[in-house]
């Protein structure tokens, strides 16, 4: 009887535990499902529920491969935009509790709204399927993609006739590209590597392989000491030039309350990343040392003109003095902006 006694008080014990236990982590799943939406910024303390930290002896947080119990947004520990997370809870009684969480973590200050107003149209080839792009004196450097008719082409801006061109095989789609000095550099999509060509004929000089952490290739441009990549995600690859296959350093990319992915072609100038989101009428300007949108121009009037399906959209960043250039994929126009 007594032994009955003592297993029934076993059991009622430890369903008390453990719903104790579901309720410290439906606490925190609440409270985490409430913070992604909101989300943090660099410096905010995570403020868990009272109910959580006083079943706790300690609290940590494990991201990446690192581990903290210091409950601050810290730059050198997190990123902007997503971060995917475990929170690590070490029970009184010395049991741990595990509960996986997004936290969000967007820019302290706000995006500028650009505006702009248009200086000039010039032609472009609608066959174009504009991927990189980039303006040297008065010739336009472009690559283009799709299987099949990928290429890297030249042609002065104002006609759309080609003055040299290097077309890709068939399994290749061509993504950015960007010139260093004599030579220009193309990313691939989806083969892992990159070209060199010589900038005078466009004659390929070499390959290289470019970082497995960069899972795709999508834009490229250079700020005189790194080439500078994206992937389609919210990230941006700061690469050796003369090992691309090196990354130097990488940072993600966040406004005040959003978090921006798909990140497509993209353009260095006067200390900032100008960058295209793919399927979206808007330019971000990025703060390069942290990944902080410091401005946005919303181009949804001249898009619209042009983009009827998901393919012929927004697409091209070029700089004309301290105009912007930009076209989009197989668009007829080429358009001259002054933006402020």
């Given amino acids: 009887m007594k032994k009955k006694l003592l297993a029934g008080l076993f059991v009622l014990a430890l369903m008390v535990s453990c719903n104790k236990d579901k309720e410290i982590l439906d606490l925190l799943s609440s409270y985490n499902l409430e913070m992604q939406s909101k989300g943090y910024h660099f410096g905010d303390t995570i403020l868990l529920p009272e109910s959580v930290t006083k079943e706790s ?20 520990f997190f990123t902007l935009g997503d971060n995917a997370v475990t929170f690590v809870i070490k029970k009184k009684n010395g049991e741990l509790l595990q509960q996986d969480a997004t936290i969000n973590v967007f820019a302290k200050n706000p995006e500028a709204q650009l505006s702009y107003s248009i200086i000039k149209e010039y032609p472009h080839d609608t066959r174009n399927f504009t991927q990189g792009f980039q303006l040297e004196g008065n010739t336009i450097y472009e690559s283009d993609g799709q299987h099949g008719s990928s290429k890297i082409i030249k042609y002065e801006l104002g006609t759309t006739e080609p003055k040299a061109s290097t077309p890709q095989p068939n399994d290749v789609f061509s993504e950015g590209a960007t010139i260093i000095g004599n030579k220009v550099y193309q990313l691939t999509w989806q083969n892992k590597k990159g070209f060199i060509y010589n900038k005078a004929d466009l004659k390929l000089i070499s390959e290289f392989p470019y970082p497995n952490m960069m899972g795709e290739g999508w834009g490229l441009t250079y700020d005189g000491k790194n080439l500078i990549a994206s992937d389609g995600t919210k990230n941006i690859y700061f690469l050796d030039v ?23 072609e993209l353009e260095y100038h006067n200390g900032y990343i100008y960058a295209n989101v793919w399927q979206k009428p808007f330019i971000l300007k990025i703060n390069p040392a942290n990944g902080e949108v410091a401005g946005k121009l919303d181009l949804s009037e001249i898009a619209a003109k042009h983009t009827t399906g998901n393919d012929d959209v927004l697409n091209g960043i070029a700089f004309k003095g301290d105009n912007m250039l930009i076209t989009g994929k197989n668009w007829p126009l080429i358009y001259e902006i002054s933006v402020k």
């Fill in 57 to 76: 002896e300690s609290i940590s947080i494990s991201f990446g491969g690192k581990e903290t119990d210091q409950l601050i947004v810290d730059p050198e």
């Fill in 242 to 264: 003369n090992d691309p296959s090196k990354i130097v350093r990488y940072i993600s990319v966040a406004g005040n309350t959003q978090a921006y992915d798909q990140l497509n």
